[in-house]
């Protein structure tokens, strides 16, 4: 079992549309999530954290956590073409020795289509 | 802020030589830097975590004398990939945690290794 799951893609959606991604993870030390947004071809770009329970807004973007869940989110709101990519979710744990070692899932390649 | 530079972008060599990949924080400190590479369609491999002053951590299954990694000052980390071969050709893409302020990891943006 992969220690960081994503929803299996592809997800499509219309623009305008809410986009919906999904990650779950196994390791209950992990006390931070990040989602990253990778355009084809470039490297990851942050665009949330998000380390207590509950939702956290930036713009169009909500993240929520449920740590007793295990369960990571990111919302999009009135997506645009331009949001399609590759998004990742990654989580840290706080442990002493892993020096804020990510562990990512398998991104998750969401179209938004005109 | 938050900038991360990676030098150079794009890489063409020939099998056998030897190949130097700088990451730079450039407008902050940072103590832990990471390596990955990343295969076409697939997602992110950490190769190496990289900390100031001592030897950088590999990941299992990654080989040390291969892939040298140097961390030699808060805002710079080097990658040597030594005797590269066809099978080296990759994205490789660093990362620095910036500890004392958003304690995110950022990302360069990238070099793209093609070994003929």
């Known amino acids: 079992q992969k220690e960081v799951e994503q929803n299996s893609g592809p997800l499509s959606v219309p623009e305008g549309a809410i986009a919906s991604l999904n990650c779950t993870y196994s390791d209950r030390g992990s006390q931070s999530f990040f989602w990253y947004r990778q355009y084809s071809g470039k490297s990851p770009e942050l665009i949330m954290s998000i380390y207590s329970n509950g939702d956290k807004e930036d713009g169009r973007f909500t993240a929520q956590l449920n740590k007793a869940s295990q369960y990571v989110s990111l919302l999009i709101r009135d997506s645009q073409p331009s949001d399609s990519a590759t998004y990742l979710c990654?989580?840290?744990?706080?442990?002493?020795?892993?020096?804020?070692?990510?562990?990512f899932g398998q991104g998750t390649i969401l179209t938004v289509h005109p | 802020g938050a900038v991360v530079s990676q030098h150079p972008s794009r890489v063409i060599c020939k099998s056998g030589t030897s190949v130097k990949i700088e990451c730079r924080s450039l407008?902050?400190?940072?103590?832990?830097m990471f390596w990955y590479r990343q295969f076409p369609k697939q997602s992110l491999m950490l190769m190496a975590t990289s900390n100031e002053g001592s030897k950088a951590t590999y990941e299992q299954g990654v080989e040390k004398d291969k892939f040298l990694i140097n961390h030699a000052s808060l805002t710079l980390s080097t990658l040597t990939v030594t005797s590269a071969h066809p099978e080296d050709s990759s994205f490789y893409i660093c990362?620095?945690?910036?500890?004392?302020?958003?304690?995110?990891?950022?990302f360069g943006p990238g070099t793209r290794l093609t070994v003929l």
């Open positions: 990362s620095a945690r910036w500890l004392a302020g958003t304690d995110t990891q950022y």
């Open positions: 407008d902050f400190q940072a103590t832990t």
């Open positions: 990654a989580g840290r744990n706080a442990g002493g020795t892993s020096y804020g070692k990510l562990t």
